[in-house]
């Protein structure tokens, strides 16, 4: 999902909006939870599928969808990885049954949050969808376009994050909306709250990042060892 502070903005259109197909977006039955994770997922990984276990079982919802993002107007094009090779990982990454990977913000040809958000709604307006982000984009959000619309439009679950968290408790978005704030003990009711509302959930979560696995992955190439798969990962997936 792409937030951004300035740049042009792409308006979905009729054609694109029509665009969509079952393989990408399933039909979607009404009154269903559904749990919506945006980002670049360059690459994708452990935590990003964490979190999403986390939000089913807490949250109590029948899915998450990763909404992969043609390009983040806040992150510089070098180093990112194209669009379908991100796009293939995620989908490598989501090996769940409840989980699906969609590439539904290229085709409705929205660049910010708020406006994929609004065209989802739009599309499915009998299902309840939940915002889904860690707690270093809570710190971060009020530099997005129309930042406030989106805690106006979906309620919002926020993830703890290390390092990020006492910050983001702080700041500006969780300020604004401090009354409004959901205990935890009442997440899973959170998907039926009109909104604004959201839960911030202080789970102990891992502190691998995309750019640490960058990182990891150009230090394996110039080694010239090969790439292995995450332990962490397999293990959350036999758990879940």
């Given amino acids: 999902m792409a937030p951004a502070r300035c740049g042009r903005e792409r308006r979905p259109t009729d054609e694109t909006r029509l665009s969509l197909t079952p393989t990408i977006v399933p039909p979607v039955q009404a009154g269903l939870r559904i749990g919506l994770l945006g980002g670049s997922?360059?690459?994708?990984h452990e935590g990003h599928?964490?979190?999403?276990?986390?939000?089913l079982?807490?949250?109590?919802?029948?899915?998450?969808?990763?909404?992969?993002?043609?390009?983040?107007?806040?992150?510089?094009?070098?180093?990112?990885?194209?669009?379908?090779?991100?796009?293939?990982?995620?989908r490598q990454a989501a090996r769940h049954p409840r989980l699906r990977v969609t590439d539904i913000e290229a085709r409705l040809g929205t660049r910010y949050t708020a406006d994929t958000l609004r065209a989802l709604r739009?599309?499915?307006p009998h299902v309840k969808f939940v915002w889904l982000m860690g707690a270093d984009n809570l710190s971060q959000i009020p530099a997005w376009r129309a930042w406030s619309y989106i805690f106006h439009t979906l309620p919002v679950a926020i993830f703890a994050r290390p390092t990020y968290s006492l910050r983001a408790l702080a700041g500006k978005a969780a300020r604004r909306y401090y009354r409004v704030r959901r205990p935890e003990r009442a997440a899973r009711k959170l998907p039926g709250n009109a909104p604004p509302a959201w839960v911030f959930f202080h789970s102990r979560l891992m502190p691998i990042s995309a750019t640490a696995l960058r990182a990891q992955r150009a230090a394996a190439r110039v080694s010239g060892r090969p790439k292995t798969r995450s332990p962490t990962l397999a293990t959350a997936r036999r758990r879940s």
């Fill in 122 to 124: 739009r599309r499915f």
């Fill in 57 to 90: 079982r807490r949250l109590g919802l029948d899915e998450v969808w990763w909404l992969v993002s043609p390009q983040n107007p806040l992150k510089a094009e070098a180093g990112m990885a194209p669009f379908a090779e991100r796009l293939a990982g995620a």
């Fill in 41 to 44: 997922f360059n690459p994708a």
């Fill in 49 to 55: 599928f964490r979190i999403s276990l986390e939000a």
